[in-house]
């Protein structure tokens, strides 16, 4: 099946730092990304819809200045968590859709721990 | 808001036994995918059923959907300890509600 990667796959960072998370969709081109948090033993929230080439659409609550979303092409995405603090450790998951067939592809997540 | 909502939100059984769970969403929809989650880890697609479709099969798996309930099922037949993981339906909107907490105990 398609492969989305995620890169950081871990990430430890002092509190007031920035970090950024890419999202590759590795055999196929998406021009929508989404990007979520997860909270141990909840669901996924999606934060965000990225489309290619254009701003990206926030969820309600969902910062745009501190979460940024970069969708410069077909097949990477990033997310800058910026001025981290510690209760934005989490689990980032991206998921990519697949042109045509619409099949949503997840990535492997990336667990973010600000100090 | 096209959000699936799964039910039962935990189910626990014995290896071997059948295991279904149900979506149920609140627009119209083009299709719905299904997805497990290990502890920890990215999702895992499992099945994508169109709109026009009501039924669809892959393995142990097999899906439905009545559009005109507006609910999906996910059938894991013959289950093993492998498939303990939480499961979610998602619409086109790709929001995701609490999911169902499969255990299969071996």
């Known amino acids: 099946g398609a492969v989305v990667s995620q890169h950081p796959s871990w990430v430890i960072c002092k509190s007031g730092t920035s970090v950024k998370i890419e999202c590759r969709s590795l055999?196929?081109?998406?021009?929508?990304m989404f990007w979520y948090r997860q909270f141990p033993k909840q669901s996924l929230m999606l934060m965000a819809t990225?489309?290619?080439?254009?701003?990206?659409?926030?969820e309600q609550g969902v910062e745009k200045d501190k979460f940024l979303i970069n969708h410069a092409s077909l097949t990477l995405s990033t997310l800058t968590v910026t001025s981290a603090h510690p209760e934005d450790s989490s689990f980032y998951i991206c998921s990519a859709r697949e042109v045509g067939l619409g099949t949503q592809y997840f990535g492997p997540g990336t667990r973010l721990l600000v100090l | 808001s096209q959000q699936g909502e799964e039910d039962p939100q935990a189910l626990s059984i014995q290896e071997g036994e059948n295991a279904t769970m149900n979506c149920s969403y609140k627009?119209?929809?083009?299709?719905l995918q299904w997805y497990r989650q290990n502890s920890g880890r990215g999702l895992v697609h499992l099945i994508l059923?169109?709109?026009?479709?009501r039924e669809k099969h892959s393995g142990r798996l097999r899906v439905t959907l009545d559009t005109s309930k507006k609910s999906s099922s996910l059938l894991i037949t013959a289950s093993r300890a492998a498939d303990t993981a939480s499961y979610f339906c998602?619409?086109?909107?790709?929001?995701f509600g609490a999911g169902t907490r499969l255990t299969v105990k071996p």
């Open positions: 990225s489309n290619e080439g254009s701003k990206a659409t926030y």
């Open positions: 627009t119209s929809i083009n299709n």
């Open positions: 055999d196929f081109q998406a021009t929508t």
């Open positions: 059923i169109r709109s026009n479709e």
């Open positions: 998602a619409t086109g909107d790709m929001r």
